[in-house]
């Protein structure tokens, strides 16, 4: 006969297969507390000239486990991107002062290839949308996000780093 496990009241027993199982309060709050430490803090840097934009997207973003980064150029990203603080995930405009998003997303891809772009951006032409896919975006979104959308990338991606 085939046994499964259970969390019980923070102790683990072996149930029979047809049993239901039951989980009490206590104990899927420790594990849920368990869970959480061993979570690290994520970095996400976002990247747009307009402050507004960057303050939006950065307050989408409030949680215990998220640390946002603002920059407003390309030249800031990099330096954040070098700087001691890691960066776990870039959220990047696509037209971008001085450069394009996709020459950014190179340049961050060649200093750091684990971490994802996902880009949001007032650009809704299919060319763009597939270009910056094609090189390797995370996602592409349009500006400004749906809230649930926009949280749902960002989680998949910091699961991803």
Known sequence: ?????????????????????????????SVMKAVQQRSSTKNVLVVDQDPEMRLLLSNLLQSPLVNTLEA???????RRLEGEVPIHLVISEMDLPGHSGLEFMKQVRSRRAE????FVTENDEIDSYLSAMDE???????????TRDFVRVV????ALV
């Open 136 to 146: 390797g975006a995370f996602e592409y979104l349009p500006k400004p996000p749906e």
């Open 115 to 118: 971490v994802p772009v996902v």
């Open 155 to 158: 989680e998949r991606a910091c």
């Open 1 to 29: 006969m085939e046994c499964k496990f259970q969390i019980q009241q923070n102790t683990l027993r072996t149930i029979k297969p047809d049993a239901r199982p039951v989980f009490s309060n206590r104990g899927m709050e």
């Open 72 to 78: 407003a150029d390309p030249q800031e990203a990099l």
